[in-house]
């Protein structure tokens, strides 16, 4: 079952979402997944629509909302801020616990990209049941503050992403987050799976999380994988990854 769904963020506003829900069962284990920088609740080419009904399938739910500032969320995207990110991951989460299709000790937290990042940040305060990084951005935190310093300098404080408006304002929020400091102290299972071809995430990061996370952390890659996952081999191996690190935590 699929369905459409709304919760109201700290700050008053709507965030939108969906749910996928297996067909037979209750209190699912659910995964919170969190999409990537510019991205939205469907992922690049719908990859997290197909991978929440595959987890359905298999008797996971999946839970999938636009951050604010994002897709059909309230909210511009030159306004959100990577602490405002923190703080819809602990909503969105604290909400989940609520529903009754979720068991409430079960719920996983995901995330791609800069969602791995975020995810990875929340992890220690929202201490979720496992914890799933897709080629977490971690580098784009490295530079953030000078790089946000040289363009003011230049009396810019705006940069247009494809029609996007994105404030030098958020990379200044984003410096209180060094990545590998802030995740640390999260102790439950983890799995982190990195495409061999991914321009954008090194292999140095993920082995940096995975050293992190000790031994409760399995690190995968999927050969020739790009970053978004993106052929049909790749996200039939990423899925199978993640459906088999699910099953082993039941």
Same mark, same amino acid.
């Given at each position: ?8 963020? !700290? ?7 969906? #749910?996928?829900? %297996? &067909? ?7 995964? /919170? ?22 987890? $359905? ?49 079960? #719920? ?11 995810? @990875?940040?929340? @992890? %220690? !305060? /929202?201490?979720? *049941? ?5 080629? %977490? ?9 000078? !790089? ?35 995740? @640390?102290?999260?102790?439950?299972? #983890?799995?982190? #799976?990195?495409? +061999?071809?991914? &321009?954008?995430?090194?292999?140095? +990061? ?11 952390? +399995? *690190?995968? +890659? ?9 052929? $049909?081999? $790749? !996200? ?15």
């Amino acid at each position: 079952m699929i369905k459409q769904v709304e919760l109201t963020n !700290r700050s008053g506003h709507v965030l939108r979402g969906i #749910v996928d829900i %297996p &067909d037979e069962g209750s209190r699912f284990p659910a995964i /919170v997944n969190v999409h990537g920088f510019t991205g939205n609740k469907s992922g690049y080419k719908n990859s997290y629509t197909q991978t929440a009904r595959f987890l $359905a399938k298999h008797g996971f739910a999946s839970v999938r909302f636009d951050l604010f500032g994002n897709g059909e969320s309230d909210g511009e995207f030159e306004d959100m801020t990577f602490t405002g990110i923190l703080h819809d991951i602990e909503d969105i989460i604290n909400w989940t616990k609520q529903q009754d299709f979720a068991d409430p000790e079960k #719920v996983i937290l995901s995330g791609q990209s800069m969602g791995g990042y975020a995810a @990875a940040t929340a @992890a %220690p !305060r /929202v201490n979720p *049941y496992a914890l799933i990084l897709m080629c %977490p951005g971690a580098g784009m935190w490295f530079g953030c503050k000078e !790089r946000a310093e040289a363009m003011e300098a230049k009396g810019i404080t705006s940069a247009d992403i494809e029609g996007l408006c994105f404030a030098t304002s958020f990379n200044h929020d984003l410096y209180q987050y060094e990545p590998f400091s802030s995740a @640390a102290g999260y102790e439950g299972p #983890v799995l982190i #799976v990195r495409g +061999t071809a991914d &321009d954008l995430v090194d292999d140095a +990061t993920c082995h940096k999380y995975e050293t992190l996370y000790s031994g409760k952390c +399995t *690190y995968q +890659t999927i050969e020739g994988a790009n970053h978004n996952f993106a052929s $049909a081999s $790749a !996200r039939k191996e990423l899925n199978e990854s993640i459906l088999t690190f699910l099953q082993a935590l039941k």
